[in-house]
């Protein structure tokens, strides 16, 4: 009895499998996907995420100071779909903000836009950083449809990864492994993304000088339990 409750509890702790993986390993991965006339795409970057390939998407800002890729989505069933996942990279010094959309296709309309905010690519220095958007929580911007209803979603529509950039020289933005996960994936990815993030708030540890701020209340055993949530 025993031995059956281990095999059971190590089935359950196996991640499913995504419903859809871009992971830009074919030699014709950049194939669908557009982009911004001041935007170019290449799908051999030095030193993917893992395998052979990403998707790089680099952003000329003497032109505009954004830039985005984007395409149709996957022909899945987006009700079973909780949420995207993937990596992020930029190069040491790049400024700006990652964003990603949901487009939505109305006939004889223009699309409508829901917004999920992935990251600062300050924060990359080259290193790739995991992301998550939960589709529930994609903030509507513009468009004649408000609401996202996921299981309405269908390949007509796009996915769009659109980047602020400061600055006049181009940026490198690299993709890698970008997943549409279902919800038993999903709460424990966005768990470890939200807490990536709070950690990237915090001052290193080397760079902590000086007494504490009088309005925050950490203590020296308090910090390491907030840093672990």
Known sequence: ????M??????AAVPAEPLYNHDFEAEDAADGWRHKSNTTVDVRPPEPLRGHGAMRFVID?????????HRTLPDVDFGSVAGVRGFYRAAQGARGQLTM????????????????????LGDSD???????????????ERGPIRTLRPAALNPEDLIQFI?????????????????????????EVARRCAQAARARLLLREDEVTGPGHPRLFFTADQLPQYRAK
Do not use: K
Not at 1 to 4: P, Y
Not at 61 to 68: D, H, K, R
Not at 177 to 185: A, M, Q, R, S, T
């Open 163 to 187: 980047a602020s950039v400061e600055g006049r020289e181009p940026v490198a933005i690299d993709l890698d492994e970008v997943e549409f996960l279902p919800p038993e994936d999903a709460a």
């Open 126 to 140: 080259n290193q790739w950083i995991e992301f998550y958007a939960a589709l529930q929580e994609l903030r509507y």
């Open 1 to 4: 009895m025993r031995a059956l």
């Open 101 to 120: 959309h949901f487009c939505l296709q109305t006939e004889g309309a223009e699309l409508s836009y829901f917004r999920g905010d992935l990251g600062r």
């Open 6 to 11: 281990l095999m059971v509890a190590c089935c």
């Open 61 to 69: 800002p003497t032109e505009f100071s954004y830039g985005w890729i």
